[in-house]
């Protein structure tokens, strides 16, 4: 069965600096790959997805993301940490030959300071 | 219409209320999922429905009851729930193409109170 780990559970960035959330996965063939939010009270924000091709992916709200199979991990990055970022991140793995079922890791909350 | 919408969007209800969530998709989708989000946790498949047809349960308690009434619509009724059951509801729905990996569309959730 697939799995999905995020390290860290919390992490607390600056106004402006770089932001990186690491991901790793557990799964024997290529996943699909997924980065979401979730801001206070909110529902769950796709910013981006990997399912095959350029292992360097764009998102929205300035995000990118890269797969690294070597790795079998897919971290998130963005250079410029906005106080809006402050939220929680999932890392989520969708295996097809399980249904389409998606896999969350454990999330990672972000704080931002001033 | 690429959109899931789901109400109501906060539900408030007693321990022998009655209630149902709704959700609604009009992409085609023949795919849809009901997801229980706790607080600070990630978000744990309850149902899936396959063209209309309950194809997954997650050894949820009677007291959800899914329907799909039509390809569009999912319900979860709630009956003689307890407290540890208030959490945000997530719906989500997808196509099902054997050929593509199926990505699901989430809606915005309905946040649930049981006093």
């Known amino acids: 069965a697939q799995s999905v780990t995020q390290p860290d559970i919390h992490i607390t960035v600056s106004e402006g600096a770089s932001l990186e959330l690491r991901c790793n996965y557990s799964?024997?063939?290529?996943?699909?790959l997924f980065w979401y939010v979730q801001s206070p009270g909110q529902g769950l924000q796709l910013l981006l997805k990997?399912?095959?091709?350029?292992?360097l992916v764009q998102g929205i709200k300035g995000f990118e993301a890269e797969f690294k199979r070597s790795q079998s991990s897919f971290n998130l990055r963005k250079p410029s940490v906005h106080w809006s970022d402050a939220a929680e991140y999932f890392c989520a793995v969708g295996v097809k030959a399980a249904g389409n079922k998606l896999t969350f890791g454990g999330g990672t909350r972000v704080l931002v300071k001033p | 219409d690429t959109e899931v919408t789901q109400t109501p969007k906060h539900l408030v209800m007693g321990m022998t209320n009655k209630k149902s969530l709704k959700c609604e998709q009009h992409m085609g989708h023949r795919a849809m999922y009901w997801y229980k989000q706790k607080a600070k946790k990630p978000p744990e498949l309850m149902f899936v429905y396959s063209y209309e047809k309950l194809s997954i349960n997650e050894s949820v308690p009677s007291r959800f009851s899914p329907e799909c009434p039509n390809s569009s619509l999912l319900n979860l009724h709630l009956h003689a729930l307890q407290p540890e059951d208030s959490a945000l509801y997530l719906c989500?729905?997808?196509?099902?193409?054997?050929?593509?990996?199926?990505?699901?569309?989430f809606g915005p959730g309905t946040r649930l109170t049981v006093l």
């Open positions: 990997y399912f095959s091709g350029d292992t």
């Open positions: 989500a729905s997808s196509p099902l193409s054997k050929a593509i990996y199926n990505e699901q569309f």
């Open positions: 799964y024997g063939a290529t996943p699909y």
